[in-house]
């Protein structure tokens, strides 16, 4: 009979550091759900299983690999894992350790802005947090060339194997820039399970193919050192083709079995195998079963020492979901709370007390010793942090003529560059693929697109080209492949590069508005985890109206009424759009900040229809009023209705008012340019100044809303001075035509504005 020789790391205590590891990461959830009193009846939750599987991966990567440079996004489910290493390395308090998901505890999944710990990423939408350190590898390069201080660093990535069902982790796995981020490192928990079963063909090979495929370099660490060394033995190779030709669930259930049974289902008739393993002890035969080599701490030394950094890496390291926990391999693991004698077997099995769970390791012990040194290798430095710079409010042109919003926000990022260019020197813009078509052309030209080497403009002497596609590492363009998660994974980072290393910068994306939706869950996401950015949606609404409805988006005025973190605006006319630009940029890269959603158009608009104040005291009123979300434009002396635009329809709103005022039909108009900024004054959240100045009480006459989008975004303005109200806007899928051949088909032509507003007077 043979047994496991003591590997090299149980004698540097690195082992019971992964053992207290497990045992806290487990007792915290125990805590939450067993010990914590609990009046709501409602289950507080937690994953023992899933952490138990990363345990070991976190141990051998924390203890031993880690470098202060580095960052690292830690699976959702493991974040009681990463508090574990956190308190183990004196960084999180004893006090917390008791609190998990209690209101203003430690979180249920890593929180950068929440936790008290430090969480380099926060995670929860699987597949998001997993490629958010590419995102993060990229912008930090992006500083490291406009002025540098960002520093080097790997990026790592500990993610879930049903992450990689995720969409997310494919679209930026194949994005151009990503083969060359030699910085970042996946690391797969390929436990095969999920949350609802055990994967039943996850086709490892196929995955691996995949990647290597994309320019990863790929590590497999499938089986630990007590299985390897027994298929060396006689009757070795059998073993090792039995394993492998296993199904996931087939080898799951031997996770449950008594040594017995594992004598009759391994070897399967193979005699071979049969003699191999009854040579082996009942615990050996125990522990080779589960003897996965991401649960090996040597061999995930070996591992980590493997990886070269001229590429990205993919570790693929095959655990065992619940490793250690009464639930070991469980098809249901994914929720299961251990009982209290379950805990109490725990304890035993890994040195720990449940009467004295947050018991800390004496000093000088092995163990102790560890945690200080590596405690004292991962210290960071605090970064100074730059402030953003300096920009104006109003860079003082007044666009005549007929112009679009859209043609605004170029106009302002070149005006930028004259104006200001201390500001814009920070402003970097992305594109999935759609610069030309979003008006980016000329600021294009103006500061290049971002490569982090130089690369050769062939077409640079080709008189031809209008567009030129300078790639360097001064340019302040990222272009994208046609992947909106990506786009929005990286508008994050980007906008999170003020609070990682201290560098401010004002990161616009552009997407055309009918697919903010597919941006938006990653995007809202990435606001919520802290990273502050202006998304540009346009062309918007039914006003492209020859691009069909394929191209028209509906409910995003209302979308971005309702989205935290994020102040929207939908200006009509040029100046508007500038200033509220500048007022979004001016919310960027700083403690306190904000994102924006600005939604523009291709549609034309005579810019007369809103002469803007020559006093400049005047003008300056009028700005205020349109960075506050609104002004009344035109006013009645005998109003009897109140015509409220928004955007593109502002002409309509506009014309209809003339028409009206013909009849006999005084109407006062207003130019909403924020329902957002609105809604939040009529709510109390905001001054309500602006309501008062957009919609005085004593002008309060019957309202007709109009906006291109969904009615219900502007419907709540009836409401500030409670009047009667006809909400037009766009209610269905749309049709291809001309302008006019649109807004007829959904009811927003001036005709139909006038027709609303008979109605609503009962003229
Ligand atoms: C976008 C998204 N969809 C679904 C979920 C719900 N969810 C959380 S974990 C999980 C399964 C994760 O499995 P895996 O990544 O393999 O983690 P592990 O087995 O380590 O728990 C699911 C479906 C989520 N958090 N995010
Ligand atoms: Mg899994």
């Not at 006013?635 to 502002?650: F, K, N, S, Y």
Request: proline share 6%.
């Amino acid at each position: 009979m043979t047994s496991v020789v003591p590997a090299r790391t149980e004698t540097e205590g690195l082992r019971e550091v992964e053992q207290r590891v497990l045992w806290l990461a487990t007792a915290m959830i125990d805590h939450a759900n067993r010990v914590r009193t609990n009046n709501s009846g409602l289950k507080v939750g937690g994953h023992q299983a899933s952490c138990a599987s990363m345990v070991s991966i976190m141990t051998a990567l924390y203890f031993e690999h880690l470098t202060a440079a580095d960052r690292v996004s830690v699976k959702p489910h493991a974040s009681p894992v990463l508090h574990a290493i956190n308190y183990l390395l004196g960084s999180l308090d004893e006090k917390h350790l008791g609190t998990l998901r209690e209101y203003g505890g430690i979180q249920s999944y890593p929180s950068r802005t929440k936790d008290p710990d430090p969480a380099d990423y926060s995670t929860g939408s699987v597949g998001i947090g997993a490629t958010a350190p590419i995102w993060g590898a990229v912008a930090r390069r992006y500083v490291d060339t406009h002025g540098g201080g960002s520093g080097t660093g790997r990026q790592y990535s500990l993610l879930g194997d049903a992450e990689l069902d995720e969409g997310a982790c494919w679209e930026a796995i194949l994005d151009p820039t990503v083969a060359d981020l030699g910085e970042v490192v996946w690391i797969v928990d390929l436990n095969r399970q999920s949350l609802d079963r055990v994967v039943p063909n996850i086709a490892a090979h196929r995955l691996q193919g995949m990647f290597t495929a994309a320019g990863w370099q790929v590590i497999t660490l499938k089986y630990g050192q007590v299985l390897e060394e027994l298929f060396t033995r006689p009757g070795g190779a059998a073993l090792r083709e039995r394993i492998d030709g296993m199904s996931n669930p087939e080898y799951q259930r031997l996770l449950r079995c008594t040594p017995e049974q594992l004598r009759d289902r391994i070897p399967a008739g193979d005699t071979a195998i049969g003699t191999l393993l009854s040579d082996v002890d009942d615990d050996t035969l125990a522990t080779a079963i589960r003897n996965l080599g991401g649960h090996d701490l040597d061999a995930l030394d070996s591992a980590f020492k493997a990886i070269d950094d001229t590429r990205p890496t993919v570790i693929f390291a095959y655990t065992i979901k619940g490793y250690g926990l009464a639930t070991e391999g469980h098809p249901q693991n994914h929720g299961s709370l251990l009982g209290e004698d379950q805990m109490r077997q725990l304890g035993t099995q890994v040195g720990a007390d449940l009467d004295d769970p947050w018991h800390r390791f004496p000093e000088s012990s092995p163990a102790g010793r560890r945690c200080a040194e590596t405690a004292s290798r991962l210290r960071r430095r605090e970064r100074a942090r730059v402030k953003p710079p300096q920009l104006p409010a109003d860079i003082g042109r007044t666009p005549s003529g007929t112009t679009t919003t859209q043609a605004a926000l170029g106009r302002t990022l070149l005006d930028l560059t004259r104006e200001a260019p201390e500001a814009a020197e920070r402003i970097v813009t992305l594109a999935p693929d759609v610069s030309s078509t979003t008006n980016l052309g000329g600021w294009l030209n103006k500061v290049g697109v971002w490569s982090p080497a130089e690369r050769v403009d062939w077409f640079a002497d080709d008189a031809e080209t209008i567009l030129h596609w300078r790639e360097r590492p001064a340019g302040q363009h990222i272009e994208l492949g046609i992947a909106e998660t990506n786009l929005v994974g990286l508008l994050g980072e980007l906008g999170s590069t003020w609070s990682r290393w201290g560098q401010p910068l004002l990161p616009i994306g552009v997407v055309y508005d009918c697919f903010l939706g597919r941006a938006l869950e990653p995007w809202s996401f990435g606001v919520y985890a802290g990273g502050q950015s202006i998304l540009v949606g346009t062309p918007s609404g039914v006003s492209l109206a020859p691009e069909g409805g394929a191209h028209q988006s509906v409910g995003t005025p209302s979308i971005g009424l309702e989205q935290p973190g994020v102040t929207s605006y939908e200006p009509a006319f040029a100046v508007d759009t500038e200033w509220c630009l500048l007022e979004a940029m001016s919310q960027l890269g700083k403690p306190g900040g904000s994102s924006s959603y600005l939604r523009l158009s291709t549609r034309p608009v005579d810019q007369s229809l809103a002469s803007v104040p020559a006093d400049p005291a005047a003008r300056e009123r009028r700005r205020r009023q349109v960075v506050g979300g609104g002004y009344l434009l035109r006013r009645d002396p005998d109003p009897q209705v109140t015509l409220v635009g928004m955007g593109a329809l502002m002409t309509e709103t506009l014309d209809a008012a003339g028409r009206l005022a013909d009849q006999g039909i005084g109407a006062d108009v207003v130019c909403v340019t924020s329902a957002d900024l609105l809604f939040r004054a009529h709510r109390g959240d905001a001054d309500r100044g602006v309501l008062d100045q957009v919609l005085p009480a004593e002008r309060a006459r019957p309202m007709v809303t109009v906006l291109d989008g969904h009615p219900h975004a502007l419907a709540f303005l009836a409401g500030v001075n409670g009047v009667r109200g006809a909400h037009l806007g766009v209610t269905g899928f749309g049709q291809s035509g001309s302008l006019d051949d649109v807004y007829r088909h959904h009811g927003l032509d001036t005709d139909s504005v006038i027709r609303a507003a008979l109605d609503v007077t009962h003229s």
